[in-house]
Nanobody, 124 residues
């Protein structure tokens, strides 16, 4: 059974930083890759970042490029999202996600497993 547990969210002032963590189990990262998505109130799900199964290629949506960094620690079975220079428009529930068997790391429809989410609020 795939389990994903996010942590690290909170309230931060504009310009601040947070590091999100996602502890995973029942899933082999080295085969599939993983991603982060977010959903702001009243808006749809946005795919923020993804990392391939070898951990050597990444994707970022344009609004976060240069500010967010995705990384993986396979030994700890933990996915991270380092978020710097946070802006009010980054306020959302953040989810880590894992794809179904055989789905590519950039195929968003394939991300059928999601954690419960961690709230990030950027406000002064």
């Amino acid at each position: 059974e795939v389990q994903l547990v996010e942590s690290g969210g909170g309230l931060v002032q504009p310009g601040g930083s947070l590091r999100l963590s996602c502890a995973y189990s029942g899933f082999t990262f080295s085969i599939y890759g993983m991603s982060w998505a977010r959903q702001a109130p009243g808006k749809g799900l946005e795919w923020v970042s993804a990392i391939n199964s070898r951990g050597d290629d990444t994707y970022y949506t344009k609004p976060v490029k240069g500010r967010f960094t995705i990384s993986i620690d396979n030994a700890k079975k933990t996915l991270y999202l380092q978020m710097n220079n946070l802006k009010p428009e980054d306020t959302a529930m953040y989810y880590c996600a894992a794809p179904r068997h055989g789905s590519g790391w950039l195929v968003w429809d394939g991300y059928v497993y999601r954690g419960q989410g961690t709230q990030v609020t950027v406000s002064s």
